[in-house]
Structures are given as structure tokens and as C-alpha cells.
């Protein structure tokens, strides 16, 4: 297995995994997006992890902006929505799948 193929299998799980538990969520609560952010900091622990990774993915992105631009990586900016959509479980290593030489 290349590390490119690695990249994006990891990219894969880390869509699966997290969207088995927000399904859950939206299974259990239908669309209802404001609980879905509140529930994000309804405790200490929860509240902590919650803000470590999305403190993670902003300095994600600004490291992955100026990455892309020093190394020419097309398509960068699709890590945005996969943090949006996922989050830096998939962002992460599909920016390294995209940086990675085919």
C-alpha cells in the first residue's frame, strides 16, 4: 500500500466513524442542528474535546492555506467543507492524499 492510498483510506474512515455517531444523534433527534451544537459542550469533558478540535482545524486551515500555496496543491480548498461536513478526521488526511505526488 503507497502512503497516497493510506492517506485516503484513513480519509475514508474518518468519515464513516464520525458520521456512525452524528447518525445516531440525528436518528435519535431528527435535524435539530441547535441541540446538535449545544450538545457539543453539555459537560467539561464534551465541552473541552469539542473545543481542542475545532481550535485544531482552524490552525488546520490556515497551515493547510499557506501549505497549498507554497506547495501547489490543487483542490485544497475541498478540506473546507470536509471539516464542515465530517470534520478533521477527514480533512486531515485528504489534504495529505491531495499533497501527496500521484
Known amino acids: 500500500m503507497t502512503i ?3 492517506y485516503l ?3 475514508v474512515f474518518g468519515t464513516v466513524v464520525p458520521w ?17 451544537l449545544r450538545s457539543l459542550f453539555v459537560n467539561g469533558a464534551a465541552g473541552g474535546f469539542s473545543a481542542d ?4 482545524i482552524l490552525v488546520f486551515w490556515v497551515w493547510s492555506w499557506r501549505d497549498a500555496a507554497r506547495h ?3 483542490r485544497w480548498w ?3 467543507p470536509a471539516s464542515f461536513f465530517v470534520g478533521l478526521s477527514l480533512a486531515l488526511p485528504l ?5 501527496e505526488p500521484e
Open 4 to 6: 497516497r492510498n493510506f
Open 53 to 56: 478540535v475545532l481550535i485544531s
Open 78 to 80: 475541498l478540506v473546507l
Open 20 to 36: 456512525m455517531l452524528f447518525g445516531s444523534f440525528f436518528m435519535q433527534h431528527g435535524p435539530d442542528i441547535p441541540l446538535f
Open 95 to 99: 489534504y495529505f492524499y491531495l499533497r
Open 9 to 11: 483510506a484513513v480519509a
Open 72 to 74: 501547489r496543491v490543487e
